[in-house]
């Protein structure tokens, strides 16, 4: 598995996980913000109702100071048990009788609270002062609740919890004002609320659960998928070893078997060549000691072929020597001249002018060169045209050779190797041998998708700007003295 594959698959693994963890903040965030907004819709509606009770029993007792009768102010009054006495008159103001019994009942969540602003304390509805200054600040700013503290609510013998109070206001013009409070103990909402919140953990918990189960067997998915690259990595770097091994063997063994070919062909390339040479010698015309020659000096480049591609197998660098680029391209148009002629293939040859020199072994280069001229000829129908073209631009030289063929699949571009072919009779070294070739002298082989149909076969390596001399002796040559 490559570095940025493995950073992806961290990546993506860390990425779950924070997601995981926000999900289920998420998850509690909501429970919680819910169960407040319930809590607080609740006291809400706990603080109406005691409001609504005091209201009731206010209009009872308003309606029960009433039916006492009079007309004259009472005057300052006081308590006395369960009942207000007070000092102009003889009436007796009792608020448990001017109630309804079952709104007075006291229980262990309920309290009824009495205050006659004529007198200085705040009493229960049987008469027992009580000092619960929440409520007596509430009455005394107006307002229409209160809320007791856990002690206060202990002082009325409630539950030590927090409880409500709703008060309501009675004015009567004979006996003044009168506050009821009606208070109830929270405890019960408590208890709903404690209920709530566990209920909320419990859907919060296994709602992470569920997160974490998704995310673990995600993530156990992920690693399993890891291991099966792995594993398919392995295999796949085996059989690419395997494939290898067989290639550099069967290389091994045309290295062997062109070996014993150059040295069986020694002999008979030394007496063709000896021939040739007494041809030569006892020619009676020029056109006779011409062939004589060319046979002679195509031998001396078979032997040449021949030693190069044997140190190229046998890994060997190319001879280091300083040429100019358009003598390799003028000898490979020589070498294939006949071949395209016989096939009925055009050989257009762009301006080889101004090209740069260039440093490495010639004869490689122009064997790489000619094969590549040839398997496009091959490529191209009768009277196709195969183009031949070279540019220099920065530094590098660009040689491209262009058919109208079928062109050569995506797929088995990458699979340029030795015993490779596209051919049914191919021997498969052709493009291999012209691949390390242009290895050998830091260049590449590529090729290209011709627009309309065809394939560009491109060879770049790294060149020279002709130098002044150089283009000088080039101008001697082209116009000898004399």
């Known amino acids: 598995m490559t570095a940025p594959h493995l950073r992806l698959k961290r990546w993506r693994t860390g990425l ?13 965030a909501l429970g919680v913000m819910d169960e407040r907004s319930l809590v607080s819709t609740t006291r809400i509606e706990s603080s109406r109702e005691t409001r609504v009770l005091a209201e009731v029993l206010a209009s009872e007792f308003r309606a029960g100071l009433a039916s006492l009768g009079g007309g004259e102010p009472a005057g300052a009054a006081h308590a006395e048990g369960g009942s207000w006495r007070f000092a102009n008159t003889s009436f007796v103001v009792e608020p448990r009788q001017l109630l309804h019994e079952d709104a007075i009942a006291n229980d262990a969540d309920h309290c009824l609270l009495v205050w006659a602003t004529t007198t200085d304390d705040l009493r229960t509805i049987d008469g027992t002062p009580v000092d619960i200054p929440s409520v007596v600040q509430a009455a005394t700013a ?13 002082r009325l013998g409630l539950p030590e919890e927090l409880a409500v109070a709703g008060l309501s206001r009675v004015e009567d013009p004979r006996f ?5 409070a009606v208070v109830s103990s929270t405890e019960r909402q408590r208890a709903r609320e404690a209920r709530r919140y566990a209920r909320t953990i419990i859907m919060v918990g296994l709602a992470s659960l569920v997160v974490l189960g998704f995310g673990w067997v995600l993530l156990r998915t992920q690693r399993q998928e890891r291991a ?32 014993g070919i150059a040295h069986e062909l020694s002999t008979p390339l030394g007496v ?23 046979i002679t000096e195509q031998v001396a480049k078979i032997r040449e072929s021949a030693r190069g591609f044997l140190a190229i197998a046998r890994g060997a660098a190319p001879l280091r020597e300083r040429f100019p680029a358009a003598d390799v391209l003028r000898s490979a148009v020589a070498r294939v001249g006949h071949r395209f002629e016989r096939a009925g293939v055009s050989l257009r040859v762009h301006s080889l002018s101004e090209l740069p020199w260039i440093y490495g072994d010639a004869r490689l280069l122009e064997h790489a060169l000619t094969n590549l001229l040839l398997n496009a ?3 191209s129908r009768e009277r196709g045209e195969v183009e031949l073209g070279a540019s220099s631009k920065g530094g590098q030289l660009e040689i491209a050779v ?8 995506a797929n088995l571009r990458a699979r340029i190797q030795p015993f490779f072919s596209t051919k049914a009779e191919g021997t498969g070294l052709g493009l291999a041998i012209a691949s390390e070739v242009m290895r050998m002298h830091r260049g590449e082989l ?3 998708d011709r627009p309309g149909g065809g394939t560009n076969a491109v060879l770049r390596l790294p060149a020279e700007p002709m130098s002044d001399d150089a283009l000088a002796d080039e101008a001697q040559d082209a116009h000898p003295a004399g």
């Open 16 to 28: 779950m996980a924070t997601a995981m963890v926000f999900a289920i903040g998420a998850i509690a």
């Open 142 to 154: 107006g307002e229409s609740s209160a809320w007791l503290t856990p002690t206060e609510a202990l």
């Open 176 to 180: 003044g004002e009168w506050i009821l």
């Open 228 to 259: 099966f690259e792995r594993v398919l990595a392995r295999e796949s770097m085996r059989a690419h070893q395997e494939v290898q091994l067989a290639r550099e063997g069967r290389a091994a063994t045309m290295l062997t078997f062109a070996a």
């Open 272 to 294: 063709i060549a000896m021939r040739a040479e007494q041809l030569e010698n006892n020619a009676e015309d020029d056109r006779a000691r011409r062939g004589a020659r060319a």
């Open 377 to 379: 000829c091959d490529a």
């Open 402 to 409: 262009s058919d109208r063929g079928a062109g050569i699949d």
């Open 446 to 448: 590529r090729f290209e």
